[in-house]
C-alpha cells in the first residue's frame, strides 16, 4: 500500500469516527426527555384511581355550591377537608360571613419534614369551590354526554372548576403513594368566592396573598381548552374591573331637544359616550362592553346592577340614564390608562348633560413573565415524556380573570392546570373527563421535580 492510499484511508477512518460522533451527539440532543422511576411511579397511581376520581366529580358536582349558597360552598369543603386530612395535611376552615358576606376560605398546609425551606420550591394551589350557577339554577346534575364514548362529562362546575379540585386531589395522591410528599412543602388555598368575590378583596384574598408569600410556585387549578386538539396551559390572566356610567340632563317636551334650553337629554349622553368608547379606547388585549342600560323619564338599577326599572315616554326627553359593564386588560398598567381614557371621555358633555363614571375594586391583570416561561417550558417537556405531546402556550386572551392574579406579584405561576372543557358559566358546561389523569400526572410530576429545585427565598 503506497503512503497516498494510507493516508487517504486513514483520512476516511478518521472522517467515518467523526461523522459517527456527531450523529451520537445529535442522537443525545434529540433524545426525548424520560421519566424516573419515582415519576413512573406517579403515572402509575393517577391510573389506578381513575374510577374513584371521576366518582368525587360526580358527587361534588351534584353538591349545588353557587357563590351565595354559603351552605353549599361549606358541603363542599366538608368532603374535600378529610381527603387532604388523609395525605398529611393540615386543614383548616376560615369562615368569611360576618366579613365579606362569603362562605370561607379552606387552607391546607403540608410543611416540609425536613424544616421549613427545605424541601426545594415551596408551592401554592388555588383553587375554588364555588360556581355561578345558584340553587335557583336548573343546571344542577352531573351527566355524562351521550355519544362521547364516557369521555365528556356536563354539570354545573364540571370544570369550572370541581374538576381542577379533583386534579389537584388525584395529583397528590399520587405523590404521596410514589413517596414524592415526603419531600415537598405544599400550601393549598380555596376560595368559596371566585365566582362573586366578597368585599372588602383585601380581607377576601388575605388568605391566599399570605400563602403566596410563603411560596415560591403557584399552579391555578381552573380549567383551560384544547385547541385544534392539542391542550393548553396559560401563563398570564386578564384583568376584570367593573364600570358605573350614570348621565343626567333636563328633562321638557321631546319637541325642544337639541335646543339651548334642554340640550340633549341623558341617552344621548350615555350614547356619545359608549359610542366614543368604541371608537377611541381600542388596543391589544383589551375589551370593554356595556352589559346593562336604563334610561328614561326615571331610571334605578337594583343593588347587584344586574338589573333595574326604568318608566319614561317617547315623548318626554329623559332626564337619567345608566350603563354598566367592564374592561379587561393585560396587565395594570394598561387598567390605569384605559380608565383615564375613559374618565377623559365621560367629562367632554353634551350641552346640559352631565355624566360620571365609577370602577369598582376589581381582579387585577397577572402579566406573562420569564419565570413563568420557564415553568411553562418544564410543564411541556413533562407532558412529551408522558408520551402526551407537547403543550400549547393558551394566551390571556383565551381566558377571563382569576385568583392567581392576586399573588402575581409574589410567585411564578402557570394558569388553567386544571380539567381541560368548554363551556363554562353556561347551562351545558362540559368537561373533557379523559384530561384528569393527564393533567394528574402533570401536576405531579411538576411539582415532584420543583420539591427538588432549591427555594428561592
Known sequence: MD???ASRLRSRSLSAALLMLCIGAMSRAQAPPTLSPVEQKIASSVDAHAAADQALLQQIVDINSGTMHLAGVEAVKDVLAPKFESLGFHVRWVPMQAATARAGDL???H???QGAGKCGQRILLIGHMDTVFESSSSFQKYSIVPNTAGKVATGPGTSDMKGGLVVMLAALRAMQEAGALNNAEIRVVLSGDEERTGSPIELARRDMIDAA???DVALEFEPSVRLNGQDTVSLGRRSSTTWHLEASGLSGHSSQIFGDRLGYG???ELARILDAFRR????EGLTFSPGLIIGGAAAESNADSTGGSATG???VIAPAAIATGDIRTLNNDQTQRVEAKMQAIVAAHLPKTDAKITFDEGYPAMAVTPAGKELFSQWSG??????LGPVLEGGPMTRGAGDIAFVAPFVAGLVGVGMLGEGAHAVGEKAYLDSLAPQAKRNAILMERLSREPSGH
Open 382 to 387: 413533562i407532558s412529551v415524556a408522558l408520551g
Open 280 to 283: 377611541e379606547l381600542r388596543e
Open 111 to 113: 410543611p416540609c419534614p
Open 266 to 268: 341623558a341617552i344621548f
Open 107 to 109: 387552607i391546607a398546609e
Open 3 to 5: 503512503a497516498l492510499h
Open 313 to 315: 315616554k317617547a315623548n
Open 213 to 215: 408569600k410563603q411560596s
